[in-house]
């Protein structure tokens, strides 16, 4: 894969620390992910995989080092920050959709206020995109109506109705009844297909070895791998690797 | 009975008074209220403190001596003269609305973190979250506290008649000067008053009722 030296990263971060009190949590991680590239990030319970990902949006401040997205670096809390982070699409483990709000309301919400987009137009393309993920006839129900593995189509549907520039997936199908778990990853690995840029946090291997182009592994609050699916899988170069992989396959 | 057909004009004229009293400073009370929240859940320190300091300081002090700063004091200050029914809606606004702040807070500690994460995520501005996700969620979950609260207040409206507004609390001081049957008379005040709660009740069912599906 060759990428061009002058277009920047979508995601670049460099020297980042991250303390929760005495906790070291994010140690020194040097990351880019390109425009248009699938990261898949692996690791074992603590390791700091969804701080990572909660950093890139600042919903996690950093305590050194920098983070860059589309080669804008983040700014502090305020209006610029929200700018950003509308450009920057989130799916939660736990869904997160508005609770008093209809599906297609909670698809519509951040366009029509943060974009400023005409409502008719918003809901337009909240059923184009409810369709899409294969919930439009549910539009007018409330999540709580909703089983796991729709709520969090929907809430896809509600992270791209901003057209993000990058989408960050935090164990999008860790909270989900085992059936439910692909009709997840379906939508992820067509959006995948499409071009989206994309750091998927999960334990869906599966999903890492088909859709990702890279794959990171973290351990203790270090990136300690970086390489393909194919490599990772066949040969992964750390102990720490080995002995994750060796836990997970035998399951 | 011939209490209340004797001095119906009084009663009527009184307890208009009273809905007018009860009306504006519960307005004001809920707007002034759910603000002093949102200021108490603010990133800004300064007005986290400001607001906590002004509940701790009006909810802690006796109506009545609300009432007498803004019947008595404030005027000395001669800033804007108020007659005393304006006065009194002041006072009641700022009293009840500490209580109301409080609910309103206890309600936004109801809402999952996940909720305001999610708002933030999409771009949404501190105050587009509050108003959009937030509070409406904040809200629902408190209803019957935000009910009794009103209740209160629509009853603390009987204070003002020491200080001038001829309200509900008003009528006793009438009929005793009519020689009346002063306990007839007040019992059929409380009637009045059984009365006017009803539809706050019926109000807080019904709200209850069209909520508990989106939850
Ligand atoms: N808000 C917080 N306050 C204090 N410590 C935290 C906080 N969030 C996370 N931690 C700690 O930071 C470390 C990394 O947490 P993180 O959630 O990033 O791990 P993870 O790799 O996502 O784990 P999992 O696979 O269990 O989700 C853990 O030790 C965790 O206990
Ligand atoms: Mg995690």
Known sequence: MTSPAQAPPMIRMAGVDKFFGPLHVLKNVELEVPKGQVVVVLGPSGSGKSTLCRTINRLEPIDSGTIEVDGQPLPSEGKQLARLRADVGMVFQSFNLFAHKSIVDNVMLAPVKVRKTSTSEARKKAMELLERVGIANQAEKFPAQLSGGQQQRVAIARALAMNPKVMLFDEPTSALDPEMVQEVLDVMTTLASEGMTMLVVTHEMGFARKAADRVIFMADGEVVEDSTPTEFFSAPKSNRAKDFLGKILTH | ?215
């Open chain 2, 1 to 215: 009975m011939s209490v209340l057909t004797n001095n119906i004009d009084l009663y009527l004229r009184a307890f208009g008074t009273t809905i007018q009293l009860f009306f504006f400073s519960a307005i004001g009370s809920l707007v002034l209220g759910t603000f002093l929240a949102m200021l108490r859940v603010s990133p800004v320190p300064v007005l986290r403190a400001a607001a906590t300091t002004y509940v701790t300081l009006l909810r802690n002090t006796p109506l009545t001596l609300v009432f007498f700063f803004f019947l008595f004091a404030y005027p000395l200050l001669k800033i804007l003269q108020l007659e005393p029914f304006p006065a009194a809606a002041v006072a009641l606004t700022l009293y009840t609305s500490a209580f109301i702040c409080e609910v309103v807070r206890s309600g936004i500690n109801t809402v999952p973190v996940g909720q305001a994460e999610a708002s933030r995520a999409l771009g949404l501005t501190f105050s587009q979250m509050l108003s959009n996700v937030v509070l409406p969620q904040a809200v629902r979950s408190v209803v019957p506290p935000l009910v009794s609260t009103l209740i209160a207040l629509l009853k603390n409206t009987t204070i003002a008649a020491g200080f001038s507004v001829a309200e509900a609390g008003s009528i006793s001081y009438s009929l005793s000067e009519q020689g009346e049957d002063l306990l007839a008379g007040l019992a059929w005040v409380a009637v009045f008053f059984v009365v006017l709660v009803i539809p706050l009740t019926l109000l807080q069912r019904s709200l209850e009722k069209r909520w508990s599906v989106a939850r």
